[in-house]
């Protein structure tokens, strides 16, 4: 099975003189998904999307990638008629996202594990919102106009001339992903407010940057088709910190030169590149493999240059590499209320930073697991999980690694 590469890229805190201004257009999702991605297959997803009450529901559905920036390829997208079913195949084996939308209600982002699968059946439930109307601008003030406003790789909205957009949302947070032409990317949380809570402030937008580089073997060879990310670190934390992602986690693809070109960075992101301390990390299919020191970066015309080799042990990067191993664990329990099983809620995870998603849901008896993959060394691990009723209540819980069997009590 061909498995997927993608290479971290851990970077100083220096600035560089190969950042530049951002000023080119938004590309546009492409039309097949990055070389870098999935397996060879093509697996089919079906299922049925219903209302908070488990009744079909006519709508759309859209499948993206499960990727540090979902916006790189354009996904498959569904009608779903009356009956609430849907089917496709994917283009290939992989690691994807659903999303649905339809007239007053909206879904969370459901993750669809289809890498070792030849078929997934899977129900998607939307629960009732209300339009949430909010806006961008730049840090001078200015509207910024023609934004695009994703959730999970998925285009919902385009703001306006004045910067204004409008989201359908309910009091669960959808964080959005918003891009704009010469500005970096961020996220930001859209849930539904009361009517007395203080209109939202603008979404404001730091201009962006470009860093351009290059990805050679230990011999000098491009090495095309490599997912590249960056990740930052401040070289003073390097021994005891774990990296930092920009705000939304962009991931490009190298050229048959080995080339490639990061832009919507911010110039606020804490680190460009300086050519001191790089390494990176490949991600193939299902297993995670980290290479302590895999390729170093430097300066070299203008041009940051990541090759393959050892790292310099002063750098100190060895313990923060050790924050970062996978570390895979099982939550498993039962969801009650006043002591008897609550059947199909939806299992979400909703740690900050973490986008919230949905990770499974309950049986007829109420029992549940559900998977999570982390990094770090396993006795830090903890998850917080939010349990959904298909009435929409919702309760939060901490769980920790190697706690058995738990009961998961909804008021």
Same mark, same amino acid.
């Given at each position: 099975?061909?498995?997927?590469?993608?290479?971290?890229?851990?970077?100083?805190? /220096?600035?560089?003189?190969? &950042?530049?201004?951002?000023?080119?257009?938004?590309?546009?999702?492409?039309?097949?998904?990055?070389?870098?991605?999935?397996?060879?297959?093509?697996?089919?997803?079906?299922?049925?999307?219903?209302?908070?009450?488990?009744?079909?529901?006519?709508?759309?559905?859209?499948?993206?990638?499960?990727?540090?920036?979902?916006?790189?390829?354009?996904? $498959?997208?569904?009608?779903?008629?009356?009956?609430?079913?849907?089917?496709?195949?994917? @283009?290939?084996?992989?690691?994807?996202?659903?999303?649905?939308?339809?007239?007053?209600?909206?879904?969370?982002?459901?993750? &669809?594990?289809?890498?070792?699968?030849?078929?997934?059946?899977?129900?998607?439930?939307?629960?009732? /919102?209300?339009?949430? !109307?909010?806006?961008?601008?730049?840090?001078?003030?200015?509207?910024?106009?023609?934004?695009? $406003?994703?959730?999970? +790789?998925?285009? %919902?909205? =385009?703001?306006?001339?004045?910067?204004?957009?409008?989201? /359908?949302?309910?009091?669960?947070?959808?964080?959005?992903?918003?891009?704009? !032409?010469?500005?970096?990317?961020?996220?930001?949380? %859209?849930?539904?407010?009361?009517?007395?809570?203080? @209109? !939202?402030?603008? =979404?404001?937008?730091?201009?962006?940057?470009?860093?351009?580089?290059?990805?050679?073997?230990?011999?000098?060879?491009?090495?095309?088709?490599?997912?590249?990310?960056?990740?930052?670190?401040?070289?003073?934390?390097?021994?005891?910190?774990?990296?930092?992602?920009?705000?939304?986690?962009?991931?490009?693809?190298?050229?048959?030169?080995?080339?490639?070109?990061?832009?919507?960075?911010?110039?606020?992101?804490?680190?460009?590149?300086?050519?001191?301390?790089?390494?990176?990390?490949?991600?193939?299919?299902?297993?995670?493999?980290? =290479?302590? +020191?895999?390729? $170093?970066?430097?300066? &070299?015309?203008?041009?940051?240059?990541?090759?393959?080799?050892? =790292?310099?042990?002063?750098?100190?990067?060895?313990?923060?590499?050790?924050?970062?191993?996978?570390?895979?664990?099982?939550?498993? +329990?039962?969801?009650?209320?006043?002591?008897?099983?609550?059947?199909?809620?939806?299992?979400?995870?909703?740690? %900050?930073? %973490?986008?919230?998603?949905?990770?499974?849901?309950?049986?007829?008896?109420?029992?549940?697991?559900?998977? $999570?993959?982390?990094?770090?060394?396993?006795?830090?691990?903890?998850?917080?999980?939010?349990?959904?009723?298909?009435?929409?209540? !919702?309760?939060?819980?901490? /769980?920790?690694?190697?706690?058995?069997?738990?009961?998961?009590?909804?008021?």
């Amino acid at each position: 099975m061909r498995r997927a590469v993608v290479a971290a890229v851990l970077v100083g805190a /220096c600035r560089s003189t190969n &950042v530049t201004p951002d000023t080119a257009p938004l590309a546009e999702p492409a039309a097949d998904p990055p070389p870098w991605f999935g397996a060879a297959g093509t697996p089919r997803i079906a299922g049925s999307l219903v209302d908070a009450m488990g009744h079909p529901l006519a709508g759309a559905i859209h499948l993206r990638l499960s990727a540090p920036d979902a916006t790189i390829w354009a996904g $498959i997208d569904r009608e779903v008629g009356a009956d609430g079913h849907f089917a496709f195949a994917a @283009p290939r084996a992989g690691r994807f996202t659903l999303f649905a939308t339809a007239p007053g209600a909206t879904s969370r982002v459901v993750d &669809v594990d289809a890498l070792m699968a030849d078929a997934i059946d899977i129900t998607v439930f939307a629960f009732p /919102c209300t339009p949430q !109307s909010r806006a961008v601008q730049s840090a001078s003030g200015d509207a910024i106009a023609n934004a695009r $406003i994703d959730i999970a +790789g998925t285009i %919902i909205a =385009h703001t306006d001339k004045h910067g204004g957009f409008s989201v /359908c949302a309910n009091r669960r947070p959808l964080v959005a992903a918003i891009h704009a !032409s010469g500005f970096a990317a961020t996220t930001r949380q %859209i849930a539904s407010t009361p009517d007395t809570v203080t @209109p !939202s402030r603008p =979404h404001v937008l730091d201009r962006g940057i470009v860093i351009r580089g290059r990805i050679l073997d230990a011999a000098g060879n491009p090495l095309p088709n490599f997912g590249v990310q960056p990740q930052f670190v401040y070289k003073p934390q390097m021994s005891h910190g774990s990296p930092s992602v920009p705000d939304v986690p962009l991931v490009v693809t190298s050229d048959a030169d080995g080339r490639f070109v990061f832009r919507e960075l911010s110039e606020t992101d804490p680190g460009t590149p300086n050519g001191a301390a790089y390494t990176a990390i490949s991600f193939q299919g299902d297993d995670i493999e980290h =290479h302590h +020191g895999a390729f $170093i970066g430097a300066q &070299v015309n203008d041009e940051l240059v990541l090759r393959r080799g050892l =790292h310099q042990p002063d750098l100190g990067l060895d313990r923060m590499l050790e924050d970062m191993q996978p570390v895979r664990w099982t939550v498993r +329990g039962r969801a009650t209320r006043d002591g008897q099983p609550v059947p199909d809620a939806e299992i979400s995870r909703t740690e %900050i930073n %973490i986008r919230p998603r949905t990770i499974g849901y309950s049986r007829a008896d109420g029992t549940f697991a559900v998977d $999570i993959v982390d990094f770090g060394r396993r006795e830090q691990r903890r998850a917080t999980l939010e349990i959904i009723d298909a009435a929409g209540n !919702s309760a939060t819980f901490e /769980c920790a690694d190697g706690e058995g069997d738990a009961v998961f009590e909804l008021p």
